[in-house]
């Protein structure tokens, strides 16, 4: 079954895991309100406290100690757009750090691995949640707990996971 949702609908999804979440992020620029003036700065080449990114990595430290998984795989572009620049430089670690398991697909990897066009969140192994994005902007999405349809969605997981690189392995190897 599948049913329409809002963008707050989907953040309280994403908020009501008790055993885990896994994303796949395979947009290469994100618009999202909060992440607009640190992108600016960033590209600026100013300062980020990161002020604005704590209760997302209190979020994670907390779900993770409480045994949590919460996982994603960005898909990179070739070059990489100023947003993936961006995560890679200054988002990416401190939710590393925070206990998020974030690996990397390049380009070439992904297209290997014929992934769907679509970014995507596995909830608890027994959701999807298939955001919507308008100009690059969550808008909502669909949510999809017909058990053949995640099982589909649980083996793209799989096949992303086991060929992704560690976040701070990437970044050594650059």
């Known amino acids: 079954m599948t049913n329409l949702i809002t963008r707050d ?21 994100y618009n999202e309100p909060s992440e607009r003036e640190p992108l600016r700065r960033y590209l600026a080449g100013e300062p980020d ?33 100023d947003y993936l620049a961006y995560q890679l430089a200054r988002i990416t670690e401190p939710a590393v750090e925070a206990g998020e398991d974030i ?9 290997a691995l014929d992934l769907p066009p679509v970014d995507f969140w596995v909830l608890d192994d027994e959701r999807v949640l298939l955001p919507t994005f308008v100009d690059h902007t969550l808008v909502g999405g669909e949510l999809v707990d017909d058990s053949a349809d995640v099982a589909r969605f649980l083996g793209i997981r799989g096949r992303a996971w086991d060929h992704a690189i560690p976040f701070r392995e990437y970044m050594r190897s650059r």
């Open 103 to 111: 690996r990397i697909l390049t380009p070439s990897a992904a297209a």
């Open 9 to 29: 609908e989907h953040r309280t999804l994403v908020q009501s895991i008790t055993r885990s979440a896994w994303r796949l992020e395979i947009q290469g620029t």
């Open 49 to 81: 406290d990161l002020a604005w990114f704590a209760r997302w990595l209190d979020r994670i430290r907390d779900v993770t100690a409480a045994g949590v998984r919460f996982e994603r795989v960005r898909v990179l572009t070739e070059p990489l757009t």
